[in-house]
T-cell receptor
Framework: DTGVSQDPRHKITKRGQNVTFRCDPI?????LYWYRQTLGQGPEFLTY????????KSRLLSDRFSAERPKGSFSTLEIQRTEQGDSAMYLC????????????FGPGTRLTVL | AQKVTQAQTEISVVEKEDVTLDCVYE???????LFWYKQPPSGELVFLIR??????QNEISGRYSWNFQKSTSSFNFTITASQVVDSAVYFC????????????FGTGTKLQVIP
């Protein structure tokens, strides 16, 4: 396992459709984070999990967004009824509780909503 | 509230020149971490350095060096003898040392190194 992986890398969808992204963290990492990055901006925190528990959600995470990490390993981020404003890069990161200061990022999923 | 300001939106330098990327931060936390990340065109964020607020010693790693000045709330990053491979967007970031350590990023500085 060489790092955090995300799938798909790119997603183009029409407004109103639902999309789901997957993140596979580094295998021994128990913390997993989702960030959103829009063009010309730095990543913004969305939510994080410790094992399977979702412990914090940003107010950026509207009701149309839901994230899960059912077995404490991979995570999914679903966006329902996508809007053009959802177009962004969605980044996943993972870390060890013992070294939570160092988050390792995946390559991201770039979402384009037409 | 936490805030990270990277006033330089884009910088262009000629290869082998030195370049400094500025970072100014705001936080009410008494202890915190500061970070620099590199984001090449591929999109993946690459961790470069973490600095604990207790440690104000400057650090050098190869061609990279970091100047942390708590008195001015700055954490600047210098690349010596820049190379084309250094071309990327660089993000400065901040997190508290407690809790779940939500990381707050700056808006990034795009560095272009011209051959």
């Amino acid at each position: 396992d060489t790092g955090v992986s995300q799938d798909p890398r790119h997603k183009i969808t029409k407004r109103g459709q639902n999309v789901t992204f997957r993140c596979d963290p580094i295998s021994e990492h128990n913390r997993l984070y989702w960030y959103r990055q829009t063009l010309g901006q730095g990543p913004e925190f969305l939510t994080y999990f410790q094992n399977e528990a979702q412990l914090e959600k940003s107010r950026l995470l509207s009701d149309r967004f839901s994230a899960e990490r059912p077995k404490g390993s991979f995570s999914t981020l679903e966006i329902q009824r996508t809007e053009q404003g959802d177009s962004a890069m969605y980044l996943c990161a993972s870390s060890l509780v013992q070294r939570r200061d160092e988050q390792f990022f995946g390559p991201g999923t770039r979402l384009t909503v037409l | 509230a936490q805030k990270v300001t990277q006033a330089q939106t884009e910088i262009s330098v000629v290869e082998k020149e030195d370049v400094t990327l500025d970072c100014v931060y705001e936080t009410r936390d008494t202890t915190y971490y500061l970070f620099w990340y590199k984001q090449p065109p591929s999109g993946e964020l690459v961790f470069l350095i973490r600095r604990n607020s207790f440690d104000e010693q400057n650090e050098i790693s190869g061609r990279y060096s970091w100047n942390f000045q708590k008195s001015t709330s700055s954490f600047n990053f210098t690349i010596t003898a820049s190379q084309v491979v250094d071309s990327a967007v660089y993000f400065c970031a901040l997190s508290p040392t407690g809790g779940y350590q939500k990381v707050t990023f700056g808006t990034g500085t795009k560095l272009q190194v011209i051959p």
